[in-house]
Nanobody
Framework: QVQLVESGGGLVQPGGSLRLSCAASGSIFINTMRWYRQPPGKQREFVAKITSGGSTNYADSVKGRFTISRDNAKNTVYLQMNSLKPEDTAVYYC???????WGQGTQVTVSS
């Protein structure tokens, strides 16, 4: 089972940007990878996914602001987050569809 480690979270002002990374311990070449988030006091929710072929899908709340990408050579998935809003504040998790592996999460806080 692949192990996932997220990084790149932090505190950013509204309108700012962050790039999250998800490093896998093994190959993710054939795996669909997903980002989820869990806002304070709420349930975990889907953010974005990318298939092995590079097709992407986004939650309506982030469409046009977030971009998911992958570098199979580095076994890493990214989430570029632009035009951040306070409601994007959450712990962000990386997930692999095959094997259903989860990372430990990285905190993103959007506040002035």
């Amino acid at each position: 089972q692949v192990q996932l480690v997220e990084s790149g979270g932090g505190l950013v002002q509204p309108g700012g940007s962050l790039r999250l990374s998800c490093a896998a311990s093994g190959s993710i070449f054939i795996n669909t990878m997903r980002w989820y988030r869990q806002p304070p006091g709420k349930q975990r929710e889907f953010v974005a996914k990318i298939t092995s072929g590079g097709s992407t899908n986004y939650a309506d709340s982030v469409k046009g602001r977030f971009t998911i990408s992958r570098d199979n050579a580095k076994n890493t998935v990214y989430l570029q987050m632009n035009s951040l809003k306070p409601e994007d504040t959450a712990v962000y998790y990386c997930n692999s569809l095959v094997g259903d592996s989860w990372g430990q999460g990285t905190q993103v806080t959007v506040s002035s």
